[in-house]
């Protein structure tokens, strides 16, 4: 296992017990970056609303995607193509979204319980995988029935009629001025490389203190089965049936 990893799984053990060491992992994520490509770049979020568990994270932006729930994935590339497809009620738009797909890389975060807030979580440690992709927002604005209203605002309204969660549009000036709001579960600090590697500036996030994110060896393309964390993720569906209301629960 990756050096980061082992280090994590021993301070876990350490912090919770022996016993919690071999299920360290809660899951596998897979996420993606979805750019909006125009004249000026915009992205596209999901918007955590109340009744989210992590408390802390109510109000925040979050990469688009979902958990590994199903054993029928064989692997994150899976994972990405089920749950855009779950996600977004729109087949035009979906597709879309999976050929411009392309893999960028696997990453560990580890959050701890005073920066999540979920009074029924302890720390929590994820692998995701990332997926980049675009669509053009012209092309989005017709889908959406928006030809004559090219706003971020009119957009985010619209695709929260056909997305599962409530959807928000971000500029890239938003990111040059400076974010209102917080991007969770580490996905800000992936955010903020994404954006200084391909626009060549340093956003202005208030990133979340205490959350470690680290690029791991593996890639989106490595089999569930063939990975060495397979063992250690809590939730594994290949072990058991499951669903995402395990996901923030008490580790028993």
Known sequence: MEPILEEYMQNFGQKYGP??????????????????????????????????????????????GGNWINKQDKNPLDVYRREI????????????????????????????????????QNDYNFVFSLVETNIDRYELAYKLGLENDFSAESLSRALGGVQQYPAAIVT????????ERQICWGYDQIMSEYLERKHGFHPRIRMFEGIVVKKLESSPFTPFEERETLNHYRINPLREATDDKKLFSVPS
């Open 19 to 64: 016993e919690m060491q071999e299920t360290f992992l809660n899951c596998h994520a897979s996420v993606c970056t979805i750019e909006i490509l125009g004249e000026e770049p915009w992205y596209w979020f999901e918007l955590k609303t109340p009744g989210y568990p992590p408390k802390n994270f109510v109000g925040t932006y979050c990469l688009n």
């Open 85 to 120: 497809s779950e996600e977004v009620k729109d087949a035009r738009i979906v597709s879309q979204l999976l050929v411009n797909a392309k893999a960028a890389g696997d990453y560990f975060s580890h959050v701890p319980k005073e920066v999540h807030g979920n009074p029924r």
């Open 172 to 179: 890239l000036q938003q990111f040059k001025d400076g974010l």
